[in-house]
């Protein structure tokens, strides 16, 4: 690489990647394009420093255009008042910097962001620019994760969606009240207005499904797919006084109203010389992985934001995972018989995962299942026995009556890296 660039690009490539650390919402999960004549590929499989569920570790080049900003935002370390040292690329150079480290091996796509130095508009067409020249000129197939600049116009956001795989527009905090505090320059009705317009581009863009007509399949022909990997957003967790439930309140509305892929959440990490009124330490790193499990129950399980449950402040339990707590707050449903409930139901026993449950409703046709038979699905028999019947247990209420009930079935916790839960 060096024979490449030279030292003063690659010290911006140094501060800009760093800067760009701060975005988590960078994951290519749903695009799929096959590459016939051009340069590289995009998989279901996922790509950005994330990682498959066979443990493989797949790369993005994560960077932002520039770290200049004209927002003030109280909590981004590239706010227009902060002295960070400053760096940008051209769109140039990011075209050949995205070449040169795929054909070194180095990374599977891009994810580009950027600050915004004159304005949304110029920002976004840049961002557009270095897109729609990898892939018409360099024939570039990779996947590619455009950021939406807040304010940019929608026909700048309708372009972006033409060429990247997916587009993220940040709601930042939570609640337009948290933005009022500490980025009154931005809204929430500019993103929402962003996330509307691409989900109803997608659905007018998709692809036809082949028409039977007089016994015979008729094909249309697609163009480029619009956004294959649909749009993501990402909220800062901890940086205000909201609590989780008003958190998980505006996640659930925005994938039900716009259809999000994902929602992201991400501790607050305190910044030099930040806002006075942020919290001068992270929260902890916890309450932003119950926040995914929560997400996790809320898009998969069939669970609601107002069964959860809460303490103080509208937080999650921060010493158990979100389903078993709700389990304990609703003893009087268990056990269950897994021989004979329903699935909504099995999927709200503690430590029974999506997968377990469809093995359990397959297996159940053939015999009753007994606690060996969850053993060998990977079920753990620690915590799901006391809320389980079973061919060969039939707990009653002995234990689920005990007070140390809850002690007896939280067990260490190691902070997943898929994101899951049970």
Not at 64 to 83: E, K, Q, W
Not at 394 to 409: H, S
């Amino acid at each position: 690489m060096n024979n490449s660039f030279d030292k003063s690009f690659l010290d911006r490539l140094g501060v800009l990647a760093d800067a760009a650390k701060y975005d988590a919402s960078c994951s290519s999960s749903g695009a799929k394009r096959d590459n016939k004549d051009g340069l590289g590929n995009s998989t279901g499989m996922g790509i950005c420093h994330s990682y498959t569920p066979d443990g493989r570790c797949v790369s993005l080049l994560k960077i932002l255009l520039t770290n200049h900003c004209i927002f003030d935002c109280g909590y981004c370390i590239n706010r227009a008042s902060s002295d960070v040292k400053r760096a940008s690329f051209t769109p140039g150079e990011v075209v050949k910097l995205t070449l040169d480290f795929y054909r070194r091996n180095y990374i599977e796509g891009l994810f580009l962001s950027s600050g915004v130095k004159k304005g949304p508009d110029e920002t976004m067409q840049e961002l557009i620019w270095v897109a729609r020249t990898l892939r018409q000129i360099h024939k570039f197939n990779g996947y590619i994760h455009l950021k939406a600049i807040a304010g940019a116009s929608l026909d700048l956001t309708e372009e972006a969606g033409r060429w990247a795989d997916r587009v993220s527009a940040n709601i930042e905090l939570p609640t337009q009240s948290d933005l009022n505090v500490f980025a009154p320059a931005k809204t929430h009705r500019e993103v929402e207005d962003t996330m509307g317009h691409l989900k109803k581009l997608k659905i007018a863009r998709a692809p036809e499904k082949p028409k039977i007509t007089n016994l015979k399949r008729v094909f249309t022909k697609p163009g480029r797919l619009f956004l294959p990997a649909g749009q993501s957003t990402q909220m800062i967790v901890g940086a205000t006084a909201t609590g989780d439930k008003t958190i998980l309140d505006t996640a659930n509305r925005f994938y039900g109203e716009f259809k999000l892929k994902r929602v992201y959440y991400s501790a607050y990490s305190p910044i030099p010389k930040a806002n006075q009124g942020l919290p001068q330490s992270a929260p902890p790193l916890m309450r932003e992985h119950r926040l995914y499990q929560a997400d996790w129950l809320l898009r998969f399980y069939e669970f609601k934001v107002e069964e959860l449950a809460y303490a103080d402040g509208g937080n999650l339990d921060l010493e158990i995972d979100p389903k078993l707590a709700w389990a304990l707050q609703n003893r009087h449903l268990f056990p269950l018989d897994i021989n004979k409930a329903s699935r909504g139901l099995l999927l709200r026993i503690p430590g029974v995962g999506v997968k377990s449950v469809d093995r359990i409703l397959q297996a159940r046709k053939f015999r009753r299942l007994r606690l060996d038979d969850l053993k060998l699905m990977n079920v753990s028999l620690t915590k799901v026995t006391p809320f389980v019947m079973t061919a060969d247990n039939n707990p009653g209420t002995r234990l689920l009556d005990t007070v140390d009930l809850r002690a007896r079935v939280v067990q260490p916790v190691q902070l997943s890296l898929f994101g899951g839960t049970a």
